[in-house]
């Protein structure tokens, strides 16, 4: 189940990397996406700090350039590698208590929480998308098929 898991992590990177490209390509930024972009990147530290018990971020909203959001990206990107290397498979059958931000306390398996986090990314990217329709000649596909039949050995 942790390779399972892994991998949807690696496809986690690799479409939010394409669309956050996409985001780039463009001549002026769209603020609506800036603050989906940066959501999907703020709700990756939340759920990484509630499995760590770390201090998570105080707000999943706020405002980010293109350009801070690349730079979130990439320490996302580094975080979640080494949550990756200190887990083993029956982490993932954990329970992590945790508050939401509201101060609302939850318990949930850390197997649902990684679920979680790859659909709200997913979700989220699926509205930049649609959002950069006609505003770039091209956008880029994000299905996990197309990540699958890229990265197939």
Same mark, same amino acid.
């Given at each position: 189940m942790k390779e399972?898991? $892994? +991998? +949807?992590? $690696?496809?986690? *990177?690799?479409?939010?990397?394409? /669309? &956050? %490209?996409a985001?780039? $390509?463009?001549?002026?930024?769209?603020? *609506? =996406? +800036?603050?989906?972009?940066a959501h999907i990147l703020l709700a990756q530290l939340i759920w990484y700090a509630r499995l760590t018990n770390t201090n998570p971020p105080t707000t999943a909203w706020e405002?980010?350039? /293109?350009?801070? =959001?690349?730079?979130?990206f990439d320490g996302n990107? *580094? +975080?979640?590698?080494? @949550?990756?290397?200190?887990?083993?498979e029956k982490d993932l059958h954990k329970k992590i208590s945790y508050n939401n931000l509201k101060g609302d306390a939850f318990e949930d398996i850390t197997k649902d929480? &990684?679920?979680? /986090?790859?659909?709200?990314?997913?979700?989220?990217r699926g509205q930049i998308i649609a959002k950069l329709k006609g505003q770039l000649p091209t956008l880029p596909?994000? %299905? @996990?098929?197309f990540?699958?039949?890229?990265?197939? $050995?």
């Open positions: 399972h898991f $892994q +991998l +949807l992590f $690696q496809y986690e *990177k690799w479409a939010t990397g394409r /669309v &956050l %490209d985001m780039k $390509q463009l001549p002026v930024q769209d603020e *609506k =996406c +800036l603050e989906w972009m405002k980010k350039t /293109v350009e801070e =959001c690349e730079k979130m990107t *580094k +975080l979640w590698a080494v @949550y990756w290397s200190n887990i083993d929480i &990684l679920n979680h /986090v790859i659909n709200h990314s997913t979700y989220h596909s994000t %299905d @996990y098929i990540f699958f039949r890229e990265n197939r $050995q």
